[in-house]
């Protein structure tokens, strides 16, 4: 974007207060969010030179001027107290949620996973086999090492049915479903508080456009006309990124860690013994 300066704009009183930036129009790297967000305030606000931006546009930093704020504080302070605490609450809960599904997951998965036959697999891939593998009478050391081949083949699939009876359980996705229908409304009060936050800046102080790529180039000084006056504009929150944060999903059961390598060459060999058992195995070891 090619910008020429800032428009502090106060949302309670619609009051702007326009600065100029030393060195006049200079290109500002801005990441695309700030930039869709800078369009977006265009769009609702306009721009001082609209019909030729070649001028240069004006950054908007929406907030409270100091006026208002005065009138705001006490309501301010007790809204950031609010949502110290809110968010202190959701995320304590949100940690014991996932503690709970974890500890609920691994007896759960391993029994699923004990019910899991050759048969059940069979269907999966969608057409029987063989288990003799067109040698009848091979050594069951031999047919042993057939099956293990077959089964190591369909791990995959094994893996994605294990999964789906897991799930179809119930027990996990319903302590899911319990928690996001308790903590949507406070997730939805702590949005609407995080958004009246703001960050208490000079209108003619030097400022580092580019929070992720901070450089030299991106820190831009208002001119020595420019108001001094306090504001209270937008403090970066990721807000969307906060309340995302406290979202919980059926994967949050630490599936992935239980259902692991080593669990599942058990299941393997505990499948390929259904077929070849283990005496057998032994006997025809010695001959």
Not at 5 to 33: A, D, H, N, S
Not at 58 to 75: F, H, I, R, T
Not at 208 to 223: A, G, I, K
Not at 231 to 244: A, E, Q, S
Request: proline share 4%; hydrophobic share 35%; glycine share 4%.
């Amino acid at each position: 974007m090619n910008v020429a300066g800032k428009i502090f704009r106060c949302q309670p009183c619609c009051r702007e207060i326009r600065v100029e930036y030393e060195g006049g129009v200079q290109p500002l790297m801005l990441t695309e969010q700030k930039v869709q967000a800078q369009w977006a305030y265009t769009a609702e606000f306009g721009q001082p030179n609209m019909e030729s931006l070649e001028l240069g546009s004006y950054l908007y930093d929406v907030g409270c001027c100091s006026a208002c704020m005065e009138k705001l504080s006490p309501d301010a302070e007790i809204r950031v107290d609010r949502a110290t605490k809110l968010y202190e609450q959701l995320w304590d809960n949100h940690q014991r949620t996932i503690e709970e599904i974890e500890f609920r997951a691994a007896p759960l998965l391993k029994q699923v996973a004990l019910d899991l036959t050759l048969a059940d697999v069979q269907r999966a891939i969608g057409h029987s086999v063989d288990l003799t593998f067109g040698d009848r009478y091979a050594t069951a050391g031999k047919r042993l090492k057939l099956i293990k081949t077959f089964v190591q083949k369909y791990s995959s699939t094994m893996e994605e049915l294990i999964r789906k009876r897991f799930y179809a359980e119930g027990s996990i996705t319903q302590t899911v479903k319990h928690y996001r229908q308790d903590a949507l409304p406070r997730k939805r009060e702590l949005k609407a508080l995080l958004s009246l936050v703001y960050c208490e800046k000079k209108t003619n102080a030097a400022e580092q456009l580019n929070d992720n790529y901070p450089n030299f180039d991106s820190v831009r000084q208002p001119t020595q006309a420019a108001p001094d006056e306090m504001f209270y504009g937008d403090p970066g929150l990721n807000v969307p990124g906060i309340t995302h944060s406290l979202d919980i999903s059926n994967n949050d059961c630490g599936l992935h860690k239980i259902l692991n390598k080593k669990m599942m060459h058990e299941i393997i060999d505990r499948l390929t013994l259904q077929v070849v058992p283990v005496d057998r195995v032994d006997s025809t070891s010695h001959q």
